[in-house]
């Protein structure tokens, strides 16, 4: 547990950008293995889905399902990506430091999980955050968009303020935490496992069971995530909200 995360510091004059490089990296491997997904998935469309086709139909699905059971489809179609790319993303990330987290190189640790990173959950969270806010503009208008922080009485102005920066909040915290936590357990399971001949049978139990929850766990992060994305999306967007 004294490892200590790869950076990479680079000095501007005014001021220094630090890179976490392990999470950069699992940021890339994420990315490049959805991109992967969506291209073998489309690249031969059949009338009759089979395979990796079906498997990608079945995810824009369960997508437009999340979106219709909080705002109709007219108006939740367009988010239709958004939700589909944020689940892909989010579930690979969160699977990403199962097979070989804590690859270690001297004392830093180079693999993880990148949702276990609070940065990478935070600027997840507050991309959502700035796209409700545009698409809230851009569909009910700069005056009528103003209005909703106001209603029902004026004096919700500050509440609503508040639960802009606690949907941020929780949003982005209760992924980095579910992931975080799941991911110091495996390493206290692996490093017992590797202490001793003891260690090893008496670890590997409970390090293939929890593995397999936290599997469940990632899909179910995903899944919230984008659900909870969909209903502030709503808000902000539907009238009737």
């Known amino acids: 547990m004294d490892h200590t995360a790869p950076e990479l510091h680079l000095d501007l004059g005014f001021m220094t950008l630090t890179f976490n490089l392990s999470t950069v990296l699992t940021l890339l491997a994420a990315a490049a293995i959805v991109f992967l997904i969506a291209v073998v998935s489309t690249r031969r469309l059949a009338l009759k889905p089979t395979g990796m086709q079906n498997f990608m139909e079945w995810i824009m699905d369960f997508v437009k399902n999340i979106i219709k059971s909080n705002m109709d489809w007219k108006t939740g179609g367009r988010f239709h990506i958004l939700g589909i790319t944020l689940i892909m993303f989010i579930a690979v990330s969160n699977l990403l430091g ?49 209005k909703t922080f106001v209603q029902p009485m004026s004096f919700m102005f500050p509440l609503k303020i508040i639960e802009e920066f606690a949907n941020t909040l929780t949003l982005g915290l209760r992924l980095y935490g579910n992931i975080y936590a799941g991911e110091i357990l495996l390493t206290l399971l692996t490093g017992l496992a590797v202490s001793s001949v003891f260690g090893f049978f008496g670890a590997i139990v409970p390090m293939m069971a929890w593995m397999g929850f936290s599997i469940f766990i990632g899909f179910i992060q995903a899944f919230i995530f984008v659900m909870l994305t969909m209903v502030y999306m709503a808000h902000k967007v539907s009238a009737d909200h």
């Not at 180079?110 to 959502?128: C, E, N, R």
Request: cysteine-free; hydrophobic content about 45%; proline content about 6%.
């Open 98 to 146: 199962l097979p070989m987290g804590g690859i270690l190189y001297g004392s830093d640790l180079w693999w993880k999980s990148p949702t276990a990173d609070p940065v990478v959950t935070m600027t997840l969270a507050s991309m959502i955050l700035v796209l409700t806010h545009y698409y809230g503009v851009k569909m009910q208008g700069t005056g009528g968009y103003a």
